[in-house]
C-alpha cells in the first residue's frame, strides 16, 4: 500500500515537473513583442524666424481606415492582401500616435504651444487642425504611403482650409525600416500644416499668402497643398473631400 503511494507520488511530481518545463520552454520559445512609436526625433531645426503672434495648436482625434486601427502593425502583401503583425505593434493606439507625432512637429515647426498643455486665453489664437488618414499603406521593403485630408482654422470661427496630401517615401530594412518611413511621411504633412500656420498667423488671416485655391460657398475653403520638401512625393491640387460618414 506504502509502496504504491510512494510510485504514485513519484509519478505526478515527474508529471508536474514535465508540465512546468514545457511552460518555460514554450515561453522561452515565444518571440518578444517589438514596440514602435511615430513619435518624432529631437530636432534643434525649430522655424528660424517666426513673425506670427504667440499662438496655440489643438489637433484634434484623428481619424485612420478601420483596417489599421489596431495596435498591430499592419502590412501589404498584395494589392488585395493584408498581414497583421501580432509581435509588432504600435506603443499606443495608431490614431494617437499620429496625433501625437503631429503635435510635436507642427509645434516644433510653427513655434506653437500644444493647446492642451496650457490654459486658453482670448489673447492668444488658437488653430484647430483636423486630419483624416484616408491610406495607411506599409509596403515591406518598399514604400509607405499616407493619403490624409487635413484642415486648419482659427479660433475665431475664420474661414476653415482644407487639404489633399499624398505622400510616399522609399523604405528597407524590415518593419523598423517601415516605421521610420511612416515618421517622414507624418513629418512631412506636418511641415504642411505648420507652414499653413504660421501663415495664416503672421497675416491674421484663415487665407495663408501665397497659396493658390477659392473660397466655396459651403464654409470650406479647398486650397493647393503647400509644396514638400526632402523629396517626399505628393499629389496636390485635388478636390479635399473627407470620407462619408466621418
Known amino acids: ?21 514545457l511552460a518555460v520552454l514554450t515561453a522561452c520559445a515565444s518571440p518578444a513583442t517589438r514596440f514602435y512609436t511615430l513619435g518624432t526625433d ?3 531645426d525649430v522655424a528660424k524666424s517666426v513673425t506670427s503672434p504667440a499662438l496655440r495648436i489643438d489637433v484634434r482625434p484623428v481619424k485612420v481606415p478601420a483596417a489599421v486601427a ?7 502583401v498584395n494589392a488585395a492582401q493584408v498581414q497583421v503583425l501580432e509581435d509588432d505593434q504600435w506603443s499606443s493606439a495608431l490614431p494617437d500616435e499620429i496625433r501625437y507625432a503631429l503635435v510635436a ?17 482670448d489673447a492668444v489664437p488658437v ?13 515591406p521593403g518598399s514604400h509607405v504611403l499616407v ?3 487635413w484642415s486648419v482654422s482659427g479660433s475665431a470661427g475664420q474661414q476653415r482650409l482644407t487639404f489633399h496630401s499624398t505622400v510616399t517615401e ?5 518593419y523598423q525600416g517601415i516605421v521610420e518611413g511612416h515618421r517622414r511621411a507624418i513629418n512631412a504633412i506636418a511641415d504642411q500644416i505648420a507652414e499653413v500656420v504660421r501663415a495664416s498667423a503672421a497675416t491674421a488671416l484663415d ?14 475653403t479647398t486650397l493647393s497643398c503647400p509644396t514638400f520638401s526632402g523629396g517626399a512625393q505628393t499629389e496636390v491640387n485635388r478636390p479635399a473631400a473627407p470620407r462619408s460618414g466621418g
Do not use: C, K
Not at 500500500?1 to 515527474?14: W, Y
Open 207 to 220: 487665407r495663408p499668402s501665397g497659396l493658390t485655391g477659392g473660397l466655396g460657398g459651403t464654409g470650406m
Open 127 to 139: 488653430y484647430q487642425i483636423g486630419v483624416d488618414v484616408q491610406r495607411f499603406e506599409s509596403w
Open 1 to 21: 500500500m506504502i509502496a504504491r503511494q510512494s510510485r504514485s507520488f513519484r509519478t505526478m511530481m515527474r508529471t508536474l515537473v514535465s508540465v512546468v518545463g
Open 105 to 121: 512637429r507642427v509645434s516644433q515647426q510653427a513655434a506653437a504651444s500644444a493647446a492642451s498643455a496650457i490654459g486658453r486665453g
Open 147 to 149: 493619403d490624409a485630408v
Open 42 to 44: 529631437a530636432e534643434p
Open 170 to 174: 522609399p523604405v528597407s530594412g524590415g
Open 70 to 76: 489596431r495596435s498591430q502593425l499592419v502590412v501589404q
